[in-house]
């Protein structure tokens, strides 16, 4: 969205463990100082699920912004999933 210079946003994603095996979740990181990350709970038994509120303080930054906040497991076939973050911040 669009927002103005020194305003945070946090955004609440729900992740879901579609597999068979109990999925745990090992570390959240941005990719800027930025960008973070809190779960409700880091081990998913298969078909649960947890919310992760995504917070982003663009701080002295202007114009587009798009960042990313990537989620490392241990699913052995996508040991990294990653959440893409896009905004706008007035001038």
């Known amino acids: 969205g669009r927002f103005r210079p020194g305003a945070s946003r946090e955004k609440a994603v729900t992740l879901v463990n579609a597999g068979r095996k109990e999925l745990v979740i090992k570390a959240l990181q941005g ?6 990350g ?12 947890t919310h992760l509120t995504i917070f982003f303080k663009p701080q002295n930054r202007g114009g587009t912004q798009q960042k990313a906040i990537a989620i490392y497991t241990n699913d052995p076939r996508n040991p990294i999933q990653r959440i893409d973050v896009l905004g706008f911040v007035e001038d």
């Open 31 to 36: 990719n800027c100082e930025c960008i973070t």
């Open 38 to 49: 809190k779960l409700e709970k880091k081990v998913l038994p298969p078909g649960d699920s």
